[in-house]
């Protein structure tokens, strides 16, 4: 699949920086953009002439703190300087656009769903958002940001995927160690997940989840969580080796269809437990998975790791556990040490952390709308609803 990322605000724009860095395949492309000069400048893999700096004549390249009203704002104001650096990269044989952005500081919160709906405009290709949700020991301003963000977002994303702070964040952690262990378990999903459908090492895979399939397993919109379990593989050779060696000390040899038999067994649980690891451990958003619509499965491994039987139960059981009956599979085939699975949980309905987000930002509004009476603030047009203008005037 190839994917236009657009690294918006501090967070989006080192998660975008480590999905170029471990882009080997060339598929993707992408541009970065901030109100704050210092973070364009401490990125790695994104050349200079890719890196957006907008808001310089009302920030003066210092950022829009926590203000994402103030980012709606710029980014309206500078949308055409967004769009120029798009283009000049080259959209032509894209397959998507995907704007990734920290939901609870101001620049990518408040910029993103402007962008996104900017974009509906002038493109034909999907546009899908990942969001990261800030934990609630963040503050309760970053979850009110964050709310009014999300809120937005669903309406005008083709998708959005949630990736939350809160499940992944260890005890006792610092900050640092924190985000850059947390930007590393988004790309190695959503890195594996966009590659899929292109021919690598491992060859075209026997039953392909291309772009395609993807797309339409997005197309419900709303708000998808992703699942993801590995493990080491081992491979049918080595295992006939293995069985051939045990069997020569023991002074037993099995016939040949019968270990054949055994192996594939062995392959189709393991695919089986996969699967139900990605989707019972931590998905980017804890959710009730049962609620959803749709489902994507995705082996990713050795070729001859890959098994028909494996990933036909697996679907059955995905069937089984949730409420859409659309539910699509293949593999993606890949020299590896390792097998994992994938698995997209698209267009959830319940979301238990969602539904507390919100009710915090109703709770942090009414608080800031008090304190604005009062004459306190806790920071400028803090209690207008995101994009209440826009949304006005572009019905």
Not at 274 to 284: D, E, P, Y
Request: net charge negative; with cysteine.
């Amino acid at each position: 699949m190839r994917v236009f990322f657009i690294g918006f605000g501090q967070a989006g724009g080192k998660v975008v920086d480590m999905f170029m860095e471990q882009d080997k395949t060339h598929l993707f492309r992408a541009v970065v953009v901030n109100t704050a000069r210092t973070d364009l400048l401490g990125l790695k893999q994104i050349p200079m002439k890719d890196r957006v700096l907008i808001g310089q004549t009302v920030v003066k390249g210092h950022g829009v703190g926590t203000d994402n009203a103030l980012g709606a704002k710029v980014t309206r104001d500078e949308i055409d300087s967004i769009v120029t650096a798009i283009e000049g990269i080259g959209t032509h044989d894209i397959d998507a656009f995907v704007i990734v952005a920290g939901l609870g500081g101001g620049t990518g919160s408040g910029g993103t769903p402007v962008l996104a709906k900017h974009l509906k405009t002038l493109y034909d290709e999907p546009v899908y958002t990942i969001g990261i949700v800030p934990a609630p020991e963040e503050g309760r301003l970053y979850s009110y940001n964050a709310a009014r963000s999300l809120t937005t977002l669903v309406n005008v994303a083709d998708n959005t995927f949630i990736f939350d702070n809160a499940a992944w964040r260890k005890e006792g952690e610092s900050i640092k160690t924190a985000y850059d262990r947390i930007n590393d378990e988004i790309v190695r999903r959503f890195g594996v997940l966009f590659r899929a459908g292109e021919v690598g090492q491992g060859g075209v895979g026997e039953m392909v989840v291309d772009s395609s399939e993807i797309i339409n397993t997005l197309r419900g919109g709303g708000i998808t969580t992703v699942g993801f379990a590995k493990t080491e593989a081992i491979s049918a050779r080595q295992k006939q080796r293995e069985g051939t060696l045990s069997s020569l000390l023991g002074g037993l040899r099995r016939k040949e269809g019968a270990e054949q038999q055994l192996l594939g067994d062995d392959r189709s649980a393991k695919i089986l437990s996969l699967v139900r690891s990605a989707v019972l451990g931590r998905l980017t958003l804890p959710c009730n998975f049962h609620s959803a619509t749709r489902a994507l499965i995705l082996l990713v491994g050795p070729p001859e790791e890959m098994d028909r039987k494996g990933v036909e139960t697996a679907r059955s059981w995905i069937e089984e556990q949730i409420e859409g009956e659309e539910i699509r599979s293949g593999d993606y085939p890949i020299r590896s040490n390792y097998i994992a699975a994938i698995v997209v949980l698209a267009s959830v309905g319940d979301a238990p952390r969602i539904r507390d987000l919100l009710e915090m930002a109703k709770e942090t509004k009414e608080e800031l709308a008090k304190q604005k009476s009062d004459g306190r603030t806790m920071f400028d047009g803090g209690i207008e609803p995101l994009f209440e203008k826009d949304s006005e005037n572009t019905s």
